[in-house]
Nanobody, 122 residues
Framework: QVQLVESGGGLVQPGGSLRLSCAASGSVFSIYVMGWYRQAPGKQRELVAAITSGGDTNYADSVKGRFTISRDNAKNTVYLQMNSLKPEETAVYYC????????????????WGQGTQVTVSS
């Protein structure tokens, strides 16, 4: 069974940093795009950053210059380094894998992690 397991969330003061990790477990052959979304209470889920297997990245305008996404294809793991965090970035952060090829599966599909809480507060 394939799962996306996130870690690294928590409480941080405004201006602080956190690093999120997400590892795909199970018989994963490859993943086309891995990314991070976030959802604050009462708001829609939004893309934060994404990275392809080739290293191409995409960021929400609000996080450009402060967040960095990276991945280790050999470990099927994606990271999100978040710097200069703001209170309004308090949300549940979700890992997403698009186009995941699983050994024995008929076709690629998308997966979501369970989410990790990030709270930015003094």
């Amino acid at each position: 069974q394939v799962q996306l397991v996130e870690s690294g969330g928590g409480l941080v003061q405004p201006g602080g940093s956190l690093r999120l990790s997400c590892a795909a477990s199970g018989s994963v052959f490859s993943i086309y795009v891995m990314g991070w979304y976030r959802q604050a209470p009462g708001k829609q889920r939004e893309l934060v950053a994404a990275i392809t297997s080739g290293g191409d990245t995409n960021y929400a305008d609000s996080v450009k210059g402060r967040f960095t996404i990276s991945r280790d294809n050999a470990k099927n793991t994606v990271y999100l380094q978040m710097n200069s965090l703001k209170p309004e970035e308090t949300a549940v952060y979700y890992c997403h894998a698009a186009g995941m090829v699983v050994v024995g599966a008929a076709r690629p599909r998308d997966y979501w992690g369970q989410g990790t809480q990030v709270t930015v507060s003094s």
